[in-house]
């Protein structure tokens, strides 16, 4: 019984290497990969839940699972339950599928960003009254960003009292678009100093 659990153990640390090492390869290449079909599929279904994209990702996931040594399907499984609920939004399943996978869980903060998302931009599988209130609630975000621009911008200008509504319209813009610009630019900096830095030491 030893040692077969030692077999299993070496079985599963193979198709975890294989994984990793198709990591760099692009989807065209994953689709075709036979040696690794399970681990390809499995990578593709995660790259198709970062995209959002929940039919894509369960149908990859499938795939793998069909491809996948008994001893694998347990741990594949776990990959597409956390995927699945990041493609859809949910992110209490997401949580939970990440701490079996015996992974560190998301932040609050990335959660939060999720919960957000889903109610502004719900998956395709979403009913009509949730992709109406997305909707909603996108516009009324938009109203009160400029809203609070607007605000800014007029209290910057209170000294100077001949600058008429319109001039205020168009600097409330501007303030928006700097404001975005600005946290762009701050997030592709962050993302390079990350890359610079190299992955962190795997448990």
Do not use: C
């Not at 960003?113 to 889903?118: D, E, F, I, K, N």
Request: aromatic share 6%.
């Amino acid at each position: 019984m030893a040692q077969r659990q030692r077999q299993v153990r070496m079985q599963q640390g193979a198709s975890i290497g294989s994984m990793q090492d198709l990591e760099n390869r692009s989807d065209e290449e994953l689709e075709n990969e036979t040696r690794h079909r399970a681990a390809a599929q499995a990578l593709l279904g995660a790259r198709a839940a970062q995209r959002y994209d929940a039919p894509k990702a369960k149908a990859h996931f499938q795939r793998a699972i069909a491809a996948a040594r008994p001893q694998e399907r347990m741990q594949i499984r776990r990959m597409a339950d956390a995927s699945i609920a990041l493609a859809e939004r949910r992110p209490d399943a997401l949580k939970a599928a990440v701490q079996k996978l015996g992974q560190e869980a998301p932040s609050n903060r990335q959660l939060f960003l999720l919960r957000v998302m889903g109610i502004v931009a719900p998956p395709k599988s979403a009913g009509l009254p949730k992709r109406i209130i997305g909707i909603l609630a996108v516009v009324l975000f938009i109203l009160a960003l400029f809203a609070v621009s607007f605000g800014i911008v007029s209290l910057l200008l209170w000294p100077v009292a001949d600058v008429s509504t319109g001039p205020r319209f168009f600097y409330a813009f501007l303030l928006i678009v700097l404001v975005f610009v600005g946290l762009f630019l701050f997030g592709r900096r962050r993302q390079k100093r990350a890359a610079a830095a190299g992955p962190p030491a795997r448990r």
